[in-house]
């Protein structure tokens, strides 16, 4: 079995070998399994990581959350922690961060509680087929994911080419109520 840094490097050629197009076509695929998924329905507090390069692109989503009237929750990470916080404008309330990834303005920071989270959609680097996740190997969804409510549903998005057959978890590591792919939705096993 390859180990996590192995995984990554791989999962991570296999996203960045994935055509501008392709990434485009593949995420609206994704997009409409959320949007047809009882539980985002339902779901008035979700929370969006918004993409960052190659990731499953998520500006649709965010706008699609915000256009239904349902609070959308961008991540902001801050001295290792990711402290969530709710958006009402992506033009205005958003701006380029750490590395070029987007994330609220401090000057708009509207902190919300983890436990107001009723859906979390979650990047990755790679999954595996029981749920378990590769990210940057920083930790900060492993230390943010376990403060949600334990019915906060929390989806791993990933494009079919990030998936591996077993990710060998460590007790640390958050498992994924779900995943989404271009294929469809995976119930770990």
Do not use: W
């Amino acid at each position: 079995m390859l180990g996590k840094t192995e995984i990554r490097k791989k999962a991570l050629h296999n996203r960045k070998s994935l055509g501008k197009e392709e990434r485009r076509e593949k995420s609206a695929q994704i997009l409409r399994e959320i949007l047809s998924l009882p539980v985002y329905c339902t779901s008035r507090t979700i929370m969006v990581y918004l993409d960052f390069r190659d990731e499953v692109e998520t500006s649709e989503i965010a706008r699609e959350i915000l256009r239904t009237k349902k609070r959308l929750i961008i991540p902001y990470c801050h001295n290792q922690d990711i402290i969530a916080c709710e958006i009402s404008d992506l033009s205005q309330d958003v701006r380029p961060g750490m590395l070029g990834i987007r994330e609220p303005r401090p000057e708009k920071l509207r902190t919300v509680s983890p436990r107001e989270i009723d859906l979390a959609l979650v990047p990755g680097v790679a999954f595996d087929y029981q749920g378990n996740r590769i990210g940057f190997g920083k930790g900060y969804y492993d230390r943010f994911l376990p403060k949600l409510r334990e019915d906060t549903l929390t989806i791993g998005l990933a494009f079919c080419c990030q998936l591996v057959e077993k990710i060998e978890a460590e007790e640390h590591d958050y498992k994924m109520s779900l995943l989404i792919t271009e294929n469809g939705v995976i119930y770990p096993e």
